[in-house]
């Protein structure tokens, strides 16, 4: 499919989508956010794709929300705000609020987020829902919404402290100053910085080991386990959860396949696909 304000690219199991909007540090607006969780949306239900990567196009990875309309930017009540939180320009229906960062978040596919220049506000805040972040030397950061007036949006108040912890979320987002790529790494907002050059080829790279040795079936389900009971008080509903989990899949020719590559020291060749093999008590949360 065509889109406006980013490129999506398939190489083999491997999606890069490219925020592209070069000329303007790849601002965001409403039609990249309904863009961006049309493409995951795409991507969840497409057997064919096993890892997302996400970057920026040009010098900047997204320098926050497009505010060429000056002051009035935000001002929703002309229904042209550069705001997370206005409507999505799509049409397309969807849960109040929730848009693309719904989209990665319930996405049965691991995503990937190299970053590769400055990201600032919604620029930072997008990246959250995703799995693995790598920036390069020299990218900066910047929760900067108590500098605008604004309040962290994106649901960043929720992810930002479990990346991050509660101490260090509270430091950036309440001074609003930017943050080198070092801060950031020690911080643990990014996982490695890298070369500028080298950037998307260590994301492949990373991408690549995902899909050539892990379990499409128990990736989807694993990191829905993380990330929903990160925050629990206790392990208990989660042992529920991973008891149930064990138990359904110990007989499939996942699992099989997984034992029989291990002993006969070669690849796996999974034969699994998420949109028809999940196990019958996924989803376990609410309305799957």
Excluded: H
């Amino acid at each position: 499919m065509s889109y406006q304000d980013i490129l999506c690219e398939a190489a083999g199991p491997i999606l890069t989508i490219t925020l592209n909007r070069p000329e303007k540090l790849n601002a965001y607006t409403a039609v990249m956010g309904a863009e961006l969780a049309d493409a995951f949306a795409k991507a969840d239900a497409d057997d064919a794709i096993r890892v997302i990567i996400v970057t920026g196009a040009g010098r900047g990875f997204c320098a926050g929300a497009d505010i060429s309309a000056g002051a009035d930017a935000f001002d929703a009540r002309e229904g042209k705000s550069a705001s997370f939180g206005a409507a999505a320009a799509s049409g397309q229906p969807r849960r109040p609020g929730g848009g693309f960062i719904e989209a990665m978040f319930n996405c049965r596919k691991p995503s990937i987020c190299a970053i590769n220049g400055a990201a600032v506000g919604v620029g930072v805040t997008l990246t959250l829902p995703m799995d693995i972040r790598l920036c390069a030397e020299g990218a900066r950061f910047g929760f900067v919404f108590a500098r605008r007036g604004l309040v962290p949006e994106a649901g960043s108040a929720w992810f930002l402290p479990k990346l991050v912890g509660l101490s260090q979320a509270l430091r950036w987002c309440l001074t609003g100053r930017l943050i080198n790529a070092d801060e950031a790494l020690r911080g643990g907002l990014v996982s490695e910085v890298v070369p500028p050059e080298a950037l998307l080829e260590r994301a492949r790279e990373i991408a690549a080991e995902i899909a050539e040795e892990t379990s499409a079936v128990s990736v989807a389900l694993t990191r829905q386990m993380l990330w929903r009971f990160a925050g629990a008080p206790d392990p208990w509903e989660l042992l529920k959860v991973d008891g149930l989990m064990a138990m359904q899949l110990g007989a499939t020719d996942e699992v099989k396949e997984g034992v029989r590559a291990f002993m006969e020291k070669r690849k796996p060749r999974f034969p699994g696909r998420v949109s028809a093999d999940m196990p019958p008590a996924y989803p376990w949360w609410g309305e799957g």
